[in-house]
């Protein structure tokens, strides 16, 4: 896959989410259907999903989603995947021809189970093993592109318009409990498969739609920890740093997104004494992890997801509710479109994050 | 009366459409199950009213200039961008940036809008637009305001809920903002002036109150009969001297 020297999103762009808090499953087609709806926010230079729940049937084994520009990347890769893990099954995930998707790369699926030996000798635990060895395939070899890495969960995206996309991949056979979406937009470089949203690590996926100034800044921070930034794109960032907070530090999720969107300093001096303290603490610790610029991205999680803007909503975000099911969007007609009543509707302010949690996560 | 159903229409299809319909002098047109096709009603003019069922999408009744768009629920983003004359009537809420630098004509929304309403509208001799708004506004209300009227009525708030978000009337250089009710001094831009109302402001109020009243079936006297801050700029240019 040819990568961009430099890639930027800077505007445009549409996400969307559904989670069935119940943990009911349900097909590819809502998904597809509210994101198409936004056709005008794309330019079909990228589209993709994350699909959580979609394979019951490997649920413990980490599903290793892959692109491979041919056959050596692939023989490399399997390769590096036999050394380091057990693969229970193997093989190209099945797609269908869509005269608007060209020049797709191999796109190839693993159910693996990290070899004993060598969690014991790398002293790590099975999640920090698999981070590890995607980070080292998508850096090492060329040609091999780590889509995604987490149990019970696949990210599928591509070069195209979204509904396309869905199409070629026949997400209407696949069921899951949470499904998340993006359309990408694209002005100043053109658009490769690994370069389309969702980016993942792990079970966590996130889609994005605008632009973070603070990059470079977040980017160095990340090194810190030893997360290095190979896709050259600035979504990137926003999932590395949820890892680092709510996987590797275990920090509960509504102080990642304070984090990553803080309060000002004027609205922090106006707090209660002991906000104030914790604030004052985040911003001083944290100051390098802030996300600066517009955005509204969703992350997601086996667990559940989140949906986060901007502090001063230099990006759009709707969500709803109806019953189990909690939706966000770009717009709120995307999701008028696969809920025409919900409950209720809102738009969170800047900075506020949307949370929906599984039910059985909550008790 | 021509109904257009707007069901899976694109947006260029459906809006050819309307314009077809009003050119043919049909000045009552009913356009259902919209959901999310832009820029309705953009830039036309006579006297035509739109009525429109579902959610329509951005930039509806841009440049627009003359006829009546009367939305059956909620809209989104910059609603009357650029708007020159006519009138909007949303009968639910709206999203960031509504009346985005418009010119001339009203917007009267029946519930709450997002970040950046009003922002830059502006106003010349006899073209002085204006905003009425039912619930509450978002951060930046009014922002780089340069002219005309946006009133905010802040009915069904939670007790303790702020009507209006932060940077109120911030770079605001003309126009007038009414606000029911207190706003909190943090709340407003360093541009933003507080003054009393005088005779003048509730003649202005007492106007677009009773339109508001009308449309969407409230009590003018009851919604007018609560004290209401108004925001002017403190001076007619801000940053006059910032690059001198």
């Known amino acids: 896959m040819l990568r961009e020297k430099y890639e930027r999103v800077p505007s445009g762009c549409a996400v969307s989410g559904i989670l069935d808090r119940s943990g009911r499953r349900f097909s590819g087609n809502d998904i597809i259907q509210s994101i198409a709806l936004m056709r005008e926010r794309?330019?079909?230079?990228?589209?993709?999903?994350?699909?959580?729940?979609?394979?019951?049937?490997?649920?413990?084994?980490?599903?290793?989603?892959?692109?491979?520009?041919?056959?050596?990347?692939?023989?490399?890769?399997?390769?590096?995947?036999?050394?380091?893990?057990?693969?229970?099954?193997?093989?190209?995930?099945?797609?269908?021809?869509?005269?608007?998707?060209?020049?797709?790369?191999m796109i190839w699926r693993y159910f693996v189970l990290p070899k004993e030996e060598k969690l014991t000798s790398s002293g790590l635990l099975s999640d920090e093993f698999v981070?590890?060895?995607?980070?080292?395939?998508?850096?090492?070899?060329?040609?091999?592109?780590?889509?995604?890495?987490?149990?019970?969960?696949?990210?599928?995206?591509?070069?195209?318009?979204?509904?396309d996309i869905g199409e070629f991949y026949q997400l209407y056979n696949y069921e899951g409990y949470m499904w998340t979406a993006h359309g990408r937009?694209?002005?100043?470089?053109?658009?490769?498969?690994?370069?389309?949203?969702?980016?993942?690590?792990?079970?966590?996926?996130?889609?994005?739609?605008?632009?973070?100034?603070?990059?470079?800044?977040?980017?160095?921070?990340?090194?810190?920890?030893?997360?290095?930034?190979?896709?050259?794109?600035?979504?990137?960032?926003?999932?590395?740093?949820?890892?680092?907070?709510?996987?590797?530090?275990?920090?509960?999720?509504?102080?990642?997104?304070?984090?990553?969107?803080?309060?000002?300093?004027?609205?922090?001096?106006?707090?209660?004494?002991?906000?104030?303290?914790?604030?004052?603490?985040?911003?001083?610790?944290?100051?390098?992890?802030?996300?600066?610029?517009?955005?509204?991205?969703?992350?997601?999680?086996?667990?559940?997801?989140?949906?986060?803007?901007?502090?001063?909503?230099?990006?759009?975000?709707?969500?709803?509710?109806?019953?189990?099911?909690?939706?966000?969007?770009?717009?709120?007609?995307?999701?008028?479109?696969?809920?025409?009543?919900?409950?209720?509707?809102?738009?969170?302010?800047?900075?506020?994050?949307?949370?929906g949690m599984l039910e059985e996560v909550k008790a | 009366m021509k109904v257009i159903d707007a069901n899976g229409i694109h947006y260029q299809q459906l809006n050819a459409l309307i314009k077809q319909t009003a050119a043919s002098g049909e000045d009552d047109i009913r356009v259902l199950n919209v959901r999310g096709q832009r820029y309705i009603g953009d830039g036309m003019r006579g006297d035509a009213t739109i009525t429109v069922e579902g959610v329509p999408g951005n930039d509806m009744a841009a440049f627009m200039d003359g006829p009546t768009i009367v939305v059956k629920g909620n809209a989104q983003d910059a609603v009357g961008n650029t708007m020159n004359e006519g009138k909007v009537m949303i009968h639910g809420h709206a999203g960031d940036t509504v009346g985005y630098a418009m010119r001339g004509g009203t917007i009267f929304i029946r519930d709450d809008v997002g970040y950046r309403v009003g922002i830059h509208m502006k106003e010349y001799e006899d073209k002085v637009p204006a905003i009425v708004i039912g619930g509450k506004a978002g951060d930046f209300f009014g922002e780089y305001m340069a002219g005309g009227i946006l009133i905010l009525l802040g009915m069904g708030l939670y007790p303790d809920e702020p009507i209006v978000g932060n940077y109120c009337g911030t770079g605001m250089h003309g126009g007038v903002i009414y606000i029911r009710g207190q706003v909190d001094k943090y709340r407003l831009g360093k541009e933003a002036d507080v003054r009393p109302i005088d005779d003048k402001d509730q003649k202005v109020l007492g106007m677009y109150v009773e339109q508001f009243a009308d449309h969407f079936g409230y009590d003018a006297e009851d919604i007018l009969s609560g004290t209401f801050t108004k925001l002017i700029p403190f001076g007619k240019r801000p940053y006059g001297k910032l690059y001198s």
């Open chain 1, 42 to 105: 794309s330019n079909g230079l990228g589209g993709g999903f994350a699909a959580y729940g979609i394979y019951p049937e490997y649920r413990d084994h980490y599903a290793f989603h892959m692109f491979y520009d041919d056959e050596q990347a692939r023989e490399i890769s399997e390769r590096f995947l036999n050394e380091h893990f057990n693969i229970a099954e193997a093989g190209p995930i099945p797609t269908k021809k869509v005269s608007w998707i060209i020049n797709e790369p």
């Open chain 1, 185 to 355: 937009f694209p002005t100043n470089t053109p658009g490769w498969w690994g370069g389309a949203h969702p980016f993942t690590l792990l079970d966590l996926s996130v889609v994005h739609n605008g632009e973070l100034s603070s990059y470079g800044t977040n980017r160095r921070y990340l090194n810190e920890f030893g997360y290095e930034c190979t896709m050259q794109t600035d979504t990137e960032v926003a999932a590395y740093l949820l890892d680092l907070f709510t996987r590797r530090q275990g920090m509960p999720l509504e102080i990642a997104c304070k984090i990553m969107a803080p309060p000002m300093w004027d609205e922090i001096e106006r707090m209660p004494d002991d906000e104030r303290t914790l604030y004052t603490a985040l911003r001083t610790v944290y100051g390098k992890a802030l996300m600066n610029g517009p955005f509204s991205i969703i992350a997601a999680f086996n667990s559940g997801m989140v949906a986060l803007n901007d502090r001063i909503k230099l990006r759009p975000l709707v969500a709803a509710e109806k019953g189990n099911v909690l939706y966000v969007s770009s717009e709120e007609s995307a999701i008028i479109e696969i809920c025409p009543k919900p409950d209720k509707i809102w738009t969170p302010r800047g900075g506020e994050p949307v949370i």
């Open chain 1, 131 to 163: 981070a590890q060895c995607v980070i080292n395939l998508n850096k090492r070899i060329d040609g091999a592109f780590v889509v995604s890495s987490g149990k019970n969960m696949g990210a599928f995206k591509g070069v195209g318009y979204p509904e």
